[in-house]
């Protein structure tokens, strides 16, 4: 059933909007993470490795290169063009580095554990030759146990992927592919620098299909220097044109503390909270009218995606990634930066810098830095969170099922709050105990909602935000 994008009452919007929270794409976020020993990192894998637990493996393999510089970007990312004097070496280097990696990584995830996803991101993937990107995914077959019917994903820059090098990356098993599109705009296209035209977006889907791939899905920014309610409105339209099989249609994250590239951002051009609402709000109506379903925070999928489904029977699982489908899956990375979540054991995280993943890899020891053991209260409010962002509700019936606790004593102090986001219009509290984030107003400030089950913010967060840099909540 389609949601209609209903008045906001603005005046409880304004009370909400534009404060410093988390975005939740983990718990706890990385601000609380800390570094750790070899012995603990060793113990956590440990753990992970025990037949018992019955997890399978999703797979994330981190390319960090760019060869120009998008100004809204967050990713882990080294600006190098291909030209550029050592480019060849380093890149080489790199993926040296990496094959080393994942191949010591079997020991720590266990070789008889099935592969039931793999994903390519950067960075940009497609920075690097077909026949680079064959031979990674190649070695990545040799050493694990990829299940037959295993999602093998990449993130593709259509200014860096002829038709070749789409063949090629089709024919290494690649089954589906994520375009970053930000904006058809080319106002928008030429201030964050990233001019890619729609007829380029046009051809490389029409590619993708023709070669069979099993979903084609679109990455979208609203809220960008220069965007109006009238230019995503014309961006929502073309994308449904295209028809992607899944979008992700992100709110600009303006962090320029700790992003320096965000402050090359004309600030005066950016389209304030209200124009945002607006913004999100077009989005929300044509997408579903178009038949996609709303899914989570920012997502949309068509009802037969693998994104819906997993919506549909609770699997869906929200990670650096976004929103995916791999909930109950240990997720293992490799590259620069790259991110594990072991689940109901910790995350741990490699070192952040290129040449020291190289170095640590080369010099035989660990490229992993930090991360967090999780206690008992990180993984209630795991679960908590988790059916907040991807279902947009809360049910206490599951956690108290899962977790062995009385959610009424357990959050007592949060349901208190829930009773005043009620009377705000964010939630409702339905007779079954279900709080249900309201459409639009909760979905729009559903990182308000969550902050009120964060134990790592302050108590009032969720109404005053966090001294933290989060990005704004809306």
């Known amino acids: 059933m389609i949601v209609a994008a209903s008045a906001v009452d603005l005046q409880v919007f304004r009370r909400y909007a534009g404060l410093s929270l988390p975005r939740h794409v983990s718990y706890p976020m990385p601000t609380w993470w800390q570094p750790l020993d070899q012995e603990s990192i060793g113990a956590l894998h440990e753990r992970a490795r025990d037949p018992h637990r019955g997890h399978g493996v999703s797979l994330y393999v ?62 940009s993937p497609t920075y690097l030759s077909a026949e680079q990107i064959g031979r990674i995914q190649r070695r990545i077959g040799e050493l694990y146990n990829i299940a037959d019917d295993a999602e093998i994903a990449m993130e593709i820059d259509p200014r860096s992927c002829p038709p070749e090098k789409l063949v090629s990356i089709r024919s290494f098993g690649f ?53 109006t309610t009238d230019s995503v409105r014309e961006l929502v339209d073309r994308t449904i044109e295209l028809s992607p099989d899944r979008i992700a249609f992100y709110h600009y994250a303006q962090i320029p503390d700790k992003i320096a590239t965000q ?12 124009a945002k609402l607006a ?42 990634q976004g929103m995916t489908t791999g909930g109950g899956l240990d997720l293992y990375g490799a590259g620069a930066s790259s991110i594990s979540h072991l689940m109901g054991i910790g ?36 679960g908590v969170l988790n059916q907040l962002y991807c279902a947009g509700e809360i049910r206490p019936a ?16 949060e349901l208190g709050i829930m009773a005043e986001l009620e009377r705000d219009g964010l939630v409702s509290m339905e007779d ?32 005053v935000g966090d001294r933290n840099c989060f990005s704004a909540n809306a």
């Not at 480019?87 to 191949?103: G, K, M, P, V, W």
């Not at 810098?353 to 053991?373: A, C, F, Q, W």
């Open 279 to 320: 913004m999100f709000l077009v989005g929300l109506y044509r997408f579903q009218e178009a038949g996609y379903e709303f899914v989570g925070l920012d997502h949309f999928a068509r009802p037969t995606e693998a994104l819906s489904r997993a919506a549909d029977d609770g699997t869906l699982q929200r990670n650096f």
């Open 175 to 227: 089954n589906r592919v994520s375009l970053g599109v930000q904006d058809f705009d080319e106002r928008v296209q030429e201030h964050v620098r990233r001019i890619q035209p729609l007829e380029l977006v046009q051809s490389t889907v029409a590619k993708a299909r023709e070669l069979g791939f099993d979903s084609v899905n679109f990455d979208l920014i609203y809220g960008l220097p220069y965007q």
């Open 347 to 382: 995350f741990l995280q490699n070192v952040r810098e290129v040449d020291d993943y190289v170095e640590r890899i080369e010099g035989g020891t660990l490229p992993i830095h930090r991360g967090k053991p999780f206690t008992d209260d990180d993984l209630i409010r795991q």
């Open 263 to 274: 402050r090359g951002m004309d600030y005066t051009k950016l389209p304030d909270s209200e």
């Open 62 to 123: 981190h390319i960090p290169f760019c060869e120009q510089l998008c100004k809204f970007c967050a990713c882990t990312r080294i600006i190098q063009r291909k030209t550029a004097p050592g480019a060849e070496e380093r890149t080489e280097r790199y993926l040296a580095a990496l094959e080393t990696e994942l191949a010591r990584m079997v020991d720590a995830i266990g070789r008889d554990r099935v592969v039931r996803q793999v994903h390519w991101g950067g960075g």
């Open 398 to 413: 599951v956690i108290e099922r899962v977790y062995g606790i009385t959610f009424a004593d357990y959050f007592a102090r």
């Open 432 to 463: 079954s105990g279900v709080i249900r984030a309201t459409v639009p107003l909760g979905r729009v400030l559903m990182r308000t909602i969550a902050a009120v089950f964060d134990a790592y913010l302050e108590a009032d967060a969720y109404r």
